[in-house]
């Protein structure tokens, strides 16, 4: 009998000081039997570093949601779809390999990969060069101190508020806050 997701409900109020968004989210996460803690907090976290996207590329007329992910290698962890149906923003959590993320170059405006591993320093040593040409991607660190972190706050249902100011997110609930800093690698 195969093993199915466990769901996750978040309420995340997000205030993006850089870019003047402040909205309230209401999220279901889907944890693959595969994925830790850590990876679905990266995936949340990720979704409120770009949540402004929605504002800015969409004009608010857009849907930000959480993709199949792990369940579907197609799709994207975190995606933004405009009010046309067209993705304006995919972005990966982990280590993708090359050809994921030149299908998801093709397949969308903009793509972010952000990695979290102790081992993310070797795959981008590997990796880097390969798609140095992929001019809609960016890639970003999350430092393994503060990912490990981010662990901690995952409960089956969440009172998240998101603040994104000069770059970083401090991501609280009622008892914790976890500043995450992602560094841009490309």
């Known amino acids: 009998m195969a093993l199915k997701s466990t769901i996750f409900k978040a309420q995340l109020a997000i205030a993006d000081i850089d870019h003047g968004y402040y909205a309230d989210h209401a999220l279901t996460l889907a944890r693959h039997p595969s994925e830790t803690d ?14 402004h996207l929605l504002q ?3 004009g608010g007329d857009g849907t930000l ?3 199949a992910g792990l369940s579907d290698p197609d799709e994207p ?7 046309t149906g067209a993705t304006r923003l995919w972005v990966e959590v982990g280590q993708p390999d090359e050809k994921p ?10 793509v972010r990969v952000y990695c979290f591993h102790h081992a993310a320093e070797v795959w981008w040593r590997g990796i880097e060069g390969k798609v140095a040409r992929l001019r809609n991607l960016s890639v970003h660190r999350i430092p393994s101190p503060a990912a490990q972190e981010l ?7 969440m009172q998240l508020q998101a603040t994104v100011q000069e770059g970083a997110l401090t991501l609280n ?11 841009r690698w490309k």
């Open 38 to 51: 850590e990876r679905m907090m990266i995936r949340l976290a990720a979704l409120a570093l770009e949540a």
């Open 65 to 67: 949601a959480f993709g």
């Open 77 to 83: 962890d975190v995606w933004l779809r405009d009010f």
């Open 151 to 157: 662990a901690r706050l995952a409960q089956r249902s």
């Open 101 to 110: 993320l030149v299908r998801a170059c093709s397949k969308a405006d903009q």
């Open 173 to 183: 609930d009622a008892a914790a806050s976890v500043h995450v800093e992602p560094v």
């Open 56 to 58: 800015s590329l969409c």
